[in-house]
């Protein structure tokens, strides 16, 4: 039994190492210094604006934070990883190798997302890091206000949700839609996680953006009126206490992970030429 367990993760670690150091390629390091940077030259260029630093206001700073970092960083880094994990290995002519290994399907599912969810998570802390301290220096209305530590520290541990659930929600769509995972993603996220999220209704509870925005909105404690919910805003936000939503995230990925592993191991995939998976 140990010997079979001791395989099994020398299998996802393999997995993991081999994936590690193909990130570490000059194309590999480009991306990875482009979505830890993309933050730190936005803030910059709204700072530019002498105006910015006075008239912003707190909260917008706030959100600003969030969107570009746990919102589309997050979705960025893992997506270019997860997605296209299993059709990456059936267009290459690997999955034959893979599949008559001890627990090779399952060891390529794990490996890869772990290292999505490393490479993405160290991305999206060091940069928001950056861009917090930028504006701190800059001397803007959010660091005047005092809020600003406290925000860096709301959109660090969203980061450590946001990155995980994101991983996992992509492979299993990938594992699912083999043949054009990376436009069934992106349609996916445009749709539900970016339209859908925002309905006042119980179908955006489904979404991780709902989780993360009601986390968001209590972390940083931007303050809203719950008698004026004339448009449904409380729907919008969750009206939940936070350890709701930090289990629901939990459960979201746990659930994801394993649903990806189960079925990566039991669907036969067709393997074929390169043109057809594409």
Not at 149 to 174: D, E, H, K, N, Q
Not at 228 to 233: A, M, Q
Request: charged share 10%; proline share 3%; glycine share 4%.
């Amino acid at each position: 039994m140990n010997q079979g367990r001791s395989r099994w993760w020398t299998g996802v670690s393999a997995v993991f190492e081999f994936e590690i150091r193909q990130a570490l390629t000059a194309a590999g390091i480009a991306w990875w210094c482009i979505l830890t940077f993309f933050p730190v030259a936005i803030v910059s260029l709204v700072l530019l604006s002498p105006n910015a630093r006075r008239n912003v206001p707190t909260t917008a700073w706030q959100v600003f934070f969030f969107v570009l970092v746990p919102f589309l960083i997050s979705m960025l880094g893992t997506f270019k990883w997860t997605a296209s994990a299993i059709s990456t290995e059936l267009e290459g002519q690997s999955w034959v190798y893979l599949a008559v290994r001890p627990n090779g399907r399952v060891a390529v599912s794990l490996g890869k997302y772990l290292a999505a969810v490393s490479w993405t998570l160290t991305a999206t802390l060091i940069g928001i890091t950056l861009a917090v301290f930028v504006t701190w220096i800059a001397n803007t209305t959010l660091s005047n206000s005092g809020e600003i530590w406290r925000t860096w520290f709301a959109i660090a541990r969203l980061c450590c949700l946001s990155v995980p659930a994101y991983a996992a929600l992509y492979l299993t769509l990938g594992t699912i839609f083999t043949k054009r995972s990376m436009v069934i993603v992106v349609a996916y996220t445009l749709i539900f996680e970016v339209l859908v999220s925002f309905v006042p209704a119980l179908i955006n509870k489904f979404t991780i953006q709902y989780r993360l925005r009601a986390l968001f909105i209590q972390w940083t404690g931007i303050e809203l009126s719950a008698t004026n919910n004339e448009f449904g805003w409380m729907d919008i936000v969750g009206e939940e206490p936070a350890w709701i939503h930090l289990m629901a995230l939990i459960s979201y990925v746990a659930v994801l992970v394993l649903f990806a592993c189960c079925l990566v191991r039991k669907r036969e995939y067709l393997v074929t030429s390169s043109a057809d998976i594409s």
